[in-house]
Nanobody, 122 residues
Framework: QVQLVESGGGLVQAGGSLRLSCAAS????????MAWFRQAPGKEREFVAV????????SYADSVKGRFTISIDNAKNTVYLQMNSLRPEDTAVYFC???????????????WGQGTQVTVSS
């Protein structure tokens, strides 16, 4: 049974940093693409970043490029999202997702974590 468990969310002031973690179990990391999405109240779930299992390919949403960094630790089956220079508009529930093909749409991912709240105050 596949499980994705996020951690690391919280409340931070604008300009601050947070690091999210997603621990995966029940899947073979090398067969998956891992991504982060986020969903703000009243909005659709949106793509944030994606990485392949080896960490050699990454892609970011324009809104986070240059501020967020996605990385992967295969030994620990964990994917990270380092978020710097946070802005109030980054406030959302952040979800970790796993899928078998590269993509930026939620319906391309089969496995999801429960989400972790990130709140950025101005």
């Amino acid at each position: 049974q596949v499980q994705l468990v996020e951690s690391g969310g919280g409340l931070v002031q604008a300009g601050g940093s947070l690091r999210l973690s997603c621990a995966a179990s029940g899947l073979t990391f090398s067969m998956f693409v891992m991504a982060w999405f986020r969903q703000a109240p009243g909005k659709e779930r949106e793509f944030v970043a994606v990485i392949n299992w080896g960490g050699s390919s990454v892609s970011y949403a324009d809104s986070v490029k240059g501020r967020f960094t996605i990385s992967i630790d295969n030994a620990k089956n964990t994917v990270y999202l380092q978020m710097n220079s946070l802005r109030p508009e980054d406030t959302a529930v952040y979800f970790c997702a796993g899928g078998r093909s590269w993509g930026v749409f939620p319906n391309q991912y089969s496995y999801w974590g429960q989400g972790t709240q990130v709140t950025v105050s101005s």
